[in-house]
């Protein structure tokens, strides 16, 4: 057991656990926020992905030792004051999402794309979401909703 | 999935991590984890401690100058993917296909290498540049570095710290990945150096390795048209669900083709 303390959603947590507890699973049985989903499980869907330190990861692949005093960022710290965060309202706008078990991951993954990468085109989009797997949508209307957001972000900065 | 109970360290020096791994009897090295942490789930591997050298100050830079580009082994895909473009284009290229963003982000090079995976793309970039591997005891030309599926030159408890890269006049890397897991069904480094050119396969076989028949060629003709009547023998590559030894050999020569329109171009 190792006592861990981290900033999650910008609050701090801290609880002791046991050293093989991977950080998805510390996310949701322990802290009880189940927006980040475990679909694959072997690190290749990105239902799991959320953000440490600002850079988007995939939870299910990381011990919880290892975010041990990280910033982390789960979907449900993107809403601010009961308003959807801009990339949330995009894929909302632009239906980019039918049965939304991807969807956690897909938002956060956007998230991380539209902060590091200036010039979204469509193709770059879809290159971007290589490890975040949709089975419904057939990804276009994520693409469409990603695009928004990016144009948005662009436009307001 | 769950992986079998073992007891997480994390070092602040590489003096520590070495005394850490002395004192446990079956620990391994943590880096980005994007590898050996699935492995760990299913439950193919079980060491008793993990000791994370990821955070290593020692292990993170990257420097480059008119000859080398030198990496430290803690140095992320990421970074190296935006790093080295100037100085060596093609493994900027080959760092920035790694997996996907969320695994670029964690993933090593030092891990990378130390792992050997059959079908990972830095062995390639290595043996394809003629690169050396500097450990916590010595530095081991990449062709002696890689020596069969997941297994290396290291000792146990030797650390990889840095991987030094010579400039090639020329290098270019094209692979095909598997649609679902990204790693290379066949990859190929091509690189034009001063000591001649140097081809390296990954992903088609237990182990990376290098193809002496197309650096004749290449060292003759540097055109991909060199290189499109040379097929590597399909006895003693990898057969699997995903594919037959024969194609993986079919591959080899068209990523080859591909990496070599790409090193003329770059």
Redesign the interface.
Known sequence: MTAITMTVNGKSVSADVEDRTLLVYFLREHLRLTGTHIGCDTSQCGACVVHVNGRAVKSCTMFVGQANGAEVTTIEGLAKDGALHPVQEAFRENHGLQCGFCTPGMIMTAVDMIRRVPDLDRARIRAELEGNICRCTGYHNIVSAIEDAAKKARSAA | ????????R?AATLAEAQTLFADAPEAKF?AG??TL??TM?MRLASPSR?I?I?GLKELSFIRADANAVSIGAGAKHFEVAAEVKRAIPALAHLAAHI?????R??GTIGGSVANNDPAADYPAALLGLGATVKTTARGIAADDFFTGMFETDLEDGEIVTEISFPIAERAGYAKFPNP???YALAGVFVAKTKDGVRVAVTGAAPCVFRAPDMEAALSESFTPEAVAGIAIDAEGLNSDIHASAEYRSHLVTVMAKRAVAAALQG
């Open positions: 999935m769950i992986p079998y109970a073992f007891e997480y994390r943590l984890g994007q942490i699935p789930k993990l994370d990821s997996g996907d963003p969320a695994v982000h964690m679902a897991s990204r």
